[in-house]
């Protein structure tokens, strides 16, 4: 139940597409969702985070869509550019709860951006 | 400049020896947490402290130990103890349930 389940483990995009990276959760005290964005040899940074109390935030080439009945959230990257070529982690914690903020992390997806 | 350092950067352990990986913030955050993290396994949880003088185990915490003496530090242990320390340390700060920052990590080698 602490899981947060993420896909696909690598993907694929040409320059100018769109990639997307879902996640999926199972405890539903879960109320705080950040996407994490990580370089090779680098810490993971903070790209964008969501609420349940919205189903969509954009900031710049990035959106996040929240899907509470369903469990899930996805990160959509517009217009991809090679160097958004990372590995990005979703993660879930209870900011409210009992854990104190701890995040849960998906495994990651590795992001390859072709020209 | 405010941030996170962790040092060393690569380090290498013989079998049963214990290490000691540093960590430091001065962003005045209140949390700090160690991760682990290996190869297409994400980042877990090994312990965190939410203030000084306490801490509290994560998820794979056995083999490891930390101590919170000052608010800017929070160093790491592996003992020998742990059977499969090979792997990319992660810290990270926050204020009390609030986004976390993360370090540049350590790289981590068992010769």
């Known amino acids: 139940q602490q899981q947060v389940k993420q896909s696909p483990q690598s993907l694929i995009v040409q320059k100018g597409g769109i990639s997307i990276i879902n996640c999926a959760y199972e405890?539903?005290?879960?109320?705080?969702f950040p996407w994490y964005q990580q370089f090779p040899g680098k810490g993971p940074a903070l790209l964008i985070a969501i609420r349940p109390d919205v189903s969509e935030k954009k900031e710049g080439r990035f959106t996040i869509s929240f899907n509470k009945s369903a469990k899930q959230f996805s990160l959509h990257i517009m217009d991809s550019q090679p160097g958004d070529s990372a590995t990005y982690f979703c993660a879930a914690s209870m900011k409210s709860g009992g854990s104190q903020g701890n995040l849960i992390f998906g495994k990651g997806t590795k992001l390859s951006v072709k020209p | 400049d405010g941030g996170i350092t962790q040092s060393p950067k690569y380090l290498f352990r013989k079998e049963g020896q214990n290490v000691t990986l540093s960590c430091e913030q001065n962003l005045n955050h209140d949390a700090m947490y160690w991760y682990r993290q290996d190869p297409g396994q994400g980042l877990r949880l090994i312990y965190y402290s939410q203030i000084v003088n306490d801490f509290q185990k994560g998820d794979i915490a056995e083999g490891y130990s930390v101590s919170r003496e000052k608010k800017e530090s929070f160093p790491l242990t592996v003992t020998s103890a742990q059977k499969n320390p090979t792997a990319f340390y992660l810290c990270?700060?926050?204020?009390?349930?609030?986004?976390?920052?993360f370090g540049p990590g350590t790289r981590l080698t068992v010769l």
């Open positions: 405890n539903t005290a879960f109320d705080y």
């Open positions: 990270a700060s926050s204020y009390y349930q609030d986004e976390q920052f």
